[in-house]
């Protein structure tokens, strides 16, 4: 009998050990001002890794992502107001109120900065605006394909307005024909789908004229990724946007004097599943340069 337990012990403490190495993983939600946002917590270093995902993805999507970060640093996802577990906000869903909520998120969940902000597409917007009003709370950034300011703002390839606008209006109609109906999980898509909506819409008005009013980035660590592969459904003109979308992002790394442009020619808009080991290594990259300056 006593070695019986002694070897439950001992098994114990192996596993203990093992989740300590990893961190261990939780879930909660965590309230932020009038609504509640779903956080999930993975492995266990600094600084912590805080992912914002792209216009209708949440922590699902970026899941993968998390798990290879969390082998080394602690790593958040988060779904925003609206998506998945999270409970809808208020509106209008403009990167600023965005980037507020996720601070809220961190401060209230007690999780310790500063942070390295990695943002996929709209969430590079959110991670811009972040850094910008939060500096003390950002140790570095890897932004992953965000779109181009110029773009959004109406400057360049006009001839694409008319397909956002488009986008946004089918958003919002089935949102509203969702929030008439009765079932309670119709009645939760139709806050995801106001909630993206609302994001399409202020992507191309508040959010893109606040990001763009930000001059630099300081001296933070800053990686910015390409995708080098051309999105057809922008048809004849989709090499041409694809190499204008690569340049805009490469001006983009030169907000700080710490900034690296990365190019992944293979990859399409969405890098972290088309090329996970190579932003794996950059995010590793920045979290080590942000050690480095402690």
Same mark, same amino acid.
């Given at each position: 009998?006593?070695?019986?337990?002694?070897?439950?012990?001992?098994?114990?403490?192996?596993?203990?050990?093992?989740?300590g190495?990893g961190?261990?993983?939780?879930?909660?939600?965590?309230?932020?001002?009038?609504?509640?946002?779903?956080?999930?917590?993975?492995?266990?270093?600094?600084?912590?890794?805080?992912i914002?995902a792209?216009?209708?993805?949440?922590?699902?999507?970026?899941?993968?992502?998390?798990?290879?970060?969390?082998?080394?640093t602690?790593?958040?996802?988060?779904?925003?107001a609206?998506?998945?577990?999270?409970?809808?906000?208020?509106?209008?869903?403009?990167?600023?109120?965005e980037?507020?909520?996720?601070r809220?998120?961190?401060?209230r969940g007690?999780?310790?900065?500063?942070f390295?902000?990695?943002g996929?597409?709209?969430?590079?917007?959110?991670a811009? =605006?972040?850094a *910008?009003?939060? %500096?003390?709370?950002?140790?570095g !950034? @890897?932004?992953?394909?965000?779109?181009? $300011?110029?773009?959004?703002?109406?400057?360049?390839?006009?001839?694409?307005a008319?397909?956002?606008?488009?986008?946004?209006?089918?958003?919002?109609?089935?949102?509203?024909?969702?929030?008439?109906?009765g079932?309670?999980?119709?009645?939760?898509?139709a806050?995801?789908?106001?909630?993206i909506a609302?994001?399409?819409?202020?992507?191309?008005?508040?959010?893109?004229?606040?990001?763009?009013?930000?001059?630099?980035?300081?001296?933070?660590?800053?990686?910015?990724?390409?995708a080098?592969?051309?999105n057809p459904?922008?048809?004849?003109a989709?090499?041409?946007?694809?190499?204008?979308?690569?340049?805009?992002?490469? =001006?983009?790394? *030169?907000?700080? %004097?710490?900034?690296?442009?990365? !190019? @992944?020619?293979?990859?399409?808009?969405? $890098?972290?599943?088309?090329?996970?080991?190579?932003?794996?290594?950059?995010?590793?990259?920045?979290?080590?340069?942000?050690?480095?300056r402690?």
């Open positions: 009998m006593a070695g019986k337990r002694i070897g439950v012990l001992i098994a114990a403490c192996l596993l203990a050990a093992a989740c190495r961190g261990g993983t939780s879930e909660r939600l965590i309230d932020v001002g009038g609504h509640r946002l779903f956080l999930r917590d993975a492995g266990k270093g600094s600084p912590v890794v805080v914002d792209g216009i209708g993805d949440g922590v699902d999507k970026v899941r993968p992502l998390q798990e290879r970060l969390a082998r080394e602690r790593v958040i996802a988060y779904d925003r609206g998506y998945g577990r999270s409970q809808a906000g208020p509106l209008p869903r403009d990167a600023g109120r980037a507020g909520e996720l809220a998120l961190l401060e007690g999780i310790p900065g500063p390295v902000v990695v996929h597409s709209l969430g590079g917007l959110n811009q =605006l972040f *910008a009003r939060f %500096p003390g709370d950002v140790a !950034l @890897v932004l992953l394909d965000p779109p181009p $300011l110029s773009f959004l703002l109406g400057r360049e390839y006009q001839e694409f008319a397909l956002a606008e488009r986008m946004t209006s089918e958003w919002q109609r089935a949102a509203d024909a969702a929030r008439g109906a079932e309670p999980e119709m009645r939760a898509k806050a995801f789908l106001a909630a609302s994001e399409h819409r202020e992507m191309f008005a508040a959010s893109a004229q606040a990001a763009a009013a930000i001059p630099g980035f300081g001296d933070v660590p800053l990686t910015v990724m390409a080098g592969r051309a459904a922008f048809g004849p989709a090499g041409g946007y694809q190499r204008y979308w690569i340049e805009q992002n490469r =001006l983009l790394a *030169a907000k700080s %004097p710490h900034g690296r442009f990365v !190019l @992944v020619p293979d990859s399409s808009h969405y $890098l972290y599943l088309d090329a996970p080991a190579a932003v794996e290594q950059a995010v590793f990259s920045v979290v080590r340069r942000a050690r480095e402690r």
